[in-house]
């Protein structure tokens, strides 16, 4: 997972586009970066690893001033944990430095891609990124093949296989796409803004996500549709070049998880989405004594929603039991057990006081590898809880996924190794309830447009026939 930002005819669009980025930053934190179209007509670009006030400081910015400007935060997926595979991507056409690219997902055919490029046009990468990979397949169609930017970007879609939602400056355009199953999400917005010389007064403004329109004074007009192609020129209205859509999957790991709550992603609340997963699960509880010492807490901050609704479901209290260090990041998105183990440790501190004799319901979002709520589970008992009910407002992760989301192998995912009750065992948990794939009927009006590949290995794209190795699960209930 990572988050792409996009300002089109502003001045000053390099500022709304790190604005964007910091709102965003919760969908990578590893390194984030920057590319603007100067008033010389060049494409400059700039990237570090960090977070996006560390990086994209005032100095950074006053040097990648502009009035095109796109931006990345990345966590990585496929790809190393270095500044090589950091976004977004500068590529020097043959009359200069006019273009560049930032992705967020994931190129399941990367490998075959990257192959014809080296042997066919003797393209020499510099990252292992899909970003890259895909402004070089546009270069390649639009500049060796000479074929025009509109049906090079169209070509680049049909060939690539997976999930993408970009951003590419090419000149003095800038153009916004999406795969064809909108996997990722990627919403457009308008800003009202001062015009100033050639500049109109008012601009486009592109995200993963919505949450950082409010900060820049923009505000939401629709998503880029799956398969669409946007072109935005100056003096010309926001243009649909082409449009391939296929069945919509978007990812539902998306409202689960990762996306902010407040955010409106694939169209949805994002909070409202996660208070309905809260009351689905309370409803699978309705054999479970009411009491005095009965009490809701959510793994803050993407679980609170749900908690929230679980409680209201069952009228019992939600409480803030564990407080979060907001400075330690999200674990799940660290690169390495190691660092995840020890995140885990620091972010969360129970509130003193709270749960000597108390019932808990300790309500997460997804349990991956399970190690994180494994320690929950001793941190609440040995802060005095009577019992520990875990509640999961996904299904068991089961498989990897392809499109962009860092789940990990086989062996690492705790439901592939261990029945729910073994899971229950394994952290101390007095007992273990999921969300099942069919319950999202009740969360969702669209279900079937969504991908819950990692919960029932139905993915969109046969990851075996990309060279990929499909997890079979090992234990199912
Ligand atoms: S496999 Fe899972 S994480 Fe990946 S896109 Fe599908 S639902 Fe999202």
């Not at 998503?223 to 978007?250: D, F, M, N």
């Not at 992760?397 to 995912?413: A, H, K, M, Q």
């Not at 007992?431 to 069919?438: E, G, H, N, Q, T």
């Amino acid at each position: 997972m990572c988050g792409i930002a996009g300002a089109f005819g502003v001045q000053n669009a390099e500022r709304l586009v790190a604005e964007i980025l910091f709102a965003t930053q919760h969908r990578g934190q590893e390194s984030c970066g920057i590319a603007s179209r100067n008033p010389r007509g060049n494409v400059t670009a700039y990237k570090a690893m960090g977070l996006v006030k560390n990086v994209l400081t005032e100095e950074v910015l006053d040097r990648h001033a502009g009035d095109v400007s796109i931006g990345h935060v990345r966590y990585p997926t496929a790809g190393s944990s270095d500044l090589a595979n950091a976004q977004p991507f500068a590529i020097d056409l043959a009359e200069g430095p006019h273009m560049a690219i930032c992705a967020n997902g994931d190129i399941i055919n990367y490998g075959e891609l990257r192959s014809f490029l080296e042997r066919e046009a003797g393209f020499t990468f510099i990252s292992d990124n899909d970003g890259e990979l895909m402004g070089r397949l546009i270069a390649y169609y639009h500049v060796v093949r000479d074929i025009p930017i509109e049906e090079a970007i169209a070509k680049t879609m049909a060939e690539v296989k997976g999930a993408f939602a970009t951003m590419l400056i090419l000149r003095d355009k800038l153009f916004a796409f999406r795969d064809p199953h909108g996997i990722r999400p990627m919403v457009m917005g308008h800003l009202e803004c001062e015009g100033t010389g050639d500049l109109p007064s008012e601009g486009t403004v592109f995200a993963s996500e919505g949450c950082g329109f409010g900060i820049i004074g923009a505000r939401a007009v629709r998503e880029v549709a799956p398969g669409e192609i946007l072109c935005l020129e100056r003096g010309q209205p926001v243009r649909t070049v082409a449009s391939y859509p296929e069945a919509p999957r978007h990812c539902v790991f998306e409202l689960i998880y990762f996306s902010r709550p407040d955010s409106d992603t694939f169209g949805e609340r994002v909070w409202e989405v996660r208070r309905r997963i809260g009351a689905c699960l309370a409803a699978k509880d309705a054999d479970m004594p009411i009491g005095d010492d009965l009490v809701v807490i959510p793994v803050p901050d993407s679980s609170n929603f749900v908690a929230q609704g679980y409680a209201e479901a069952r009228g019992i209290p939600f409480g803030m039991g564990l407080l979060r260090n907001h400075y330690v990041g999200r674990t799940f998105i660290r690169p390495n057990q190691k660092s995840r183990d020890e995140g885990v440790k620091q972010k969360f501190n129970p509130l003193p006081g709270f749960f000597p004799g108390k019932r808990v319901v300790l309500v997460d979002d997804s349990i991956v590898r399970g190690t994180s709520v494994r320690k929950l589970v001793r941190m609440i008992k040995a802060a005095g809880a009577r019992e520990v009910h875990v509640r999961v407002g996904s299904p068991p992760v089961i498989g990897s996924c392809y499109y962009g989301i860092d789940t990990p192998t086989r062996d690492e995912l705790i439901a592939n190794r261990l029945s729910v009750a073994g899971i229950a065992e394994y952290m101390n948990a007095d007992s273990l309830k999921y969300m099942d794939v069919a319950d999202f009927d009740r969360v969702l009006p669209a279900p079937g447009d969504y991908c819950f590949a990692c919960f029932n290995l139905d993915y969109i794209y046969p990851p075996e026939q990309f060279g990929h190795k499909v997890n079979v699960p090992q234990h199912r209930d």
